[in-house]
């Protein structure tokens, strides 16, 4: 079956504290993965999208990694305004015109001052 | 840029009251999906569409009704309201190929007493 699992449930990081966000995924078939960031009370926001293992994306602090079974968000001296919701969701190949999309429960990030 | 934009944002319902979240994209995307978010427990898919005219169901489609006479637009019908369906819905859209971003609106809370 399909799965997306995410580590750890919540963080909390101090101002400049870098650290990662695990993504660990079992699909018959990778299309693509993907990270969102959510805010509270707002819709998920497209961050990333990978597409094979050793693949590796940065916008701004932020850095995504893929690997066969895994997808890590590096995050570099964070700052308060990354607080958010992160989502990590798996798109795997379908039997019909539909590829499946599957997400994670999310990694709720608090960057303290 | 709208984007994805969903009706309305709050709502509470009486058990049993029907109603309609409404979703319109302005992207001239073919996919759309409605998916509910609970505490801890990531984005389930309820319905989605491939294009004008057609509809599936998703992980959790019991209770739901949708349709799509247009491009554009993609309403989620709620029949019966239980409180099992207190979530909040997003709305989404996408071009459909592998591997593409998918969009989410804003979300509507629902809540069933």
């Known amino acids: 079956e399909d799965q997306v699992t995410q580590s750890p449930e919540a963080l909390r990081l101090q101002e400049g504290e870098s650290s990662s966000l695990n993504c660990s995924y079992t699909?018959?078939?990778?299309?693509?993965l993907f990270w969102y960031r959510q805010d509270p009370g707002k819709g998920p926001e497209f961050l990333f999208t990978?597409?094979?293992a050793g693949e590796e994306k940065e916008k701004e602090r932020l850095k995504a990694t893929l690997t066969k079974k895994e997808s890590f968000l590096h995050i570099t001296a964070p700052k308060p305004e990354d607080s958010a919701t992160y989502l990590c969701?798996?798109?795997?190949?379908?039997?019909?015109?539909?590829?499946?999309?599957?997400f994670g429960p999310g990694t709720s990030l608090s960057v303290i001052p | 840029n709208a984007g994805v934009t969903q009706t309305p944002k709050f709502r509470i319902l009486k058990i049993g009251q029907s109603m309609t979240l409404q979703c319109t994209q302005d992207?001239?995307?073919?996919?759309m999906y409605w998916y509910r978010q609970d505490p801890g427990m990531g984005l389930k898919l309820i319905y989605y569409?491939?294009?004008?005219?057609?509809?599936d169901k998703g992980e959790v489609p019991n209770g739901y009704n949708v349709s799509r006479s247009t491009t554009e637009d993609f309403p989620l019908r709620l029949e019966l309201a239980a409180p099992s369906q207190t979530s909040v819905y997003f709305c989404?859209?996408?071009?459909?190929?592998?591997?593409?971003?998918?969009?989410f609106g804003e979300g509507s809370w629902l809540t069933v007493v």
């Open positions: 989404a859209s996408s071009r459909g190929e592998a591997g593409n971003t998918i969009y």
């Open positions: 569409s491939v294009g004008a005219g057609i509809t």
């Open positions: 969701a798996v798109q795997s190949l379908g039997k019909t015109s539909y590829d499946k999309v599957i």
């Open positions: 992207m001239n995307h073919n996919y």
């Open positions: 990978l597409y094979s």
């Open positions: 699909v018959s078939g990778l299309r693509g």
